[in-house]
């Protein structure tokens, strides 16, 4: 048997191979420059706010007229997930 060969299926929830989800397309769109430059203006905003890694639970959300508001990051986060 080769060395370090995986044996078995890692059927932990939410595991790649459980889900049959492959990231490899979403590693790629999220290495665009178009994409860095969008996380660098939330995190830009988020510092201006105060947001920033304090601990507060607390995101900028797009409201849809473009704006940035502060908003808890478990609401915002569940409603652009997409539909399952």
């Not at 890692?10 to 996380?39: L, M």
């Not at 706010?49 to 986060?77: C, F, I, P, W």
């Amino acid at each position: 048997m080769p060395k370090n060969k995986i044996v078995g299926k890692n059927t932990r929830k939410g595991s790649n191979k459980a889900t049959g989800r492959d990231y490899s397309k979403d590693k790629k769109y999220q290495a665009t420059e178009e994409r860095k430059r969008y996380r660098a203006a939330l995190n830009k905003a988020n510092r201006k706010a105060g947001t920033y890694g304090n601990g507060d639970g607390k995101d900028m959300s797009h409201t849809k007229s473009g704006k940035l508001v502060k908003e808890s990051q478990s609401k915002n986060r569940a409603r652009n997930r997409g539909k399952k």
